[in-house]
């Protein structure tokens, strides 16, 4: 059974940082291209951030210099550093996996940026 299993969300103060991660049960996960998108209440999901099985990286404009996404392979596990957060980055973030007609996503983490 495919799962995603996503940790590390939370409230934290502007200008702080959080470090998500994402679990993993996709079969050969090195296979795999890796993503998180979020989702802000009233909005649509959008990308936040992905990164293949090359590791070859891209990034949402929003977030370019902020975030960092990263992958440990063995570990069957991938992260999202979030540096110098935003309130507009307040969103359900979503760990995603990708591999031919394979699709899969997580059940989401909170990320609240607060004073």
């Known amino acids: 059974q495919v799962q995603l299993v996503e940790s590390g969300g939370g409230l934290v103060q502007p200008g702080g940082s959080l470090r998500l991660s994402c679990a993993a049960s996709l079969g050969i996960f090195s296979m795999y291209d890796m993503g998180w998108y979020r989702q802000a209440p009233g909005k649509e999901r959008e990308l936040v951030a992905t990164?293949?099985?090359?590791?070859?990286?891209n990034y949402a404009d929003s977030v370019k210099g902020r975030f960092t996404i990263s992958r440990d392979n063995a570990k069957r596990t991938v992260y999202l550093q979030m540096n110098s957060l935003r309130p507009e980055d307040t969103a359900v973030y979503y760990c995603?996996?990708?591999?031919?007609?394979?699709?899969?996503w997580g059940q989401g983490t909170q990320v609240t940026v607060a004073s």
């Open positions: 995603n996996g990708r591999y031919g007609v394979g699709n899969f």
């Open positions: 990164i293949t099985r090359a590791h070859t990286t």
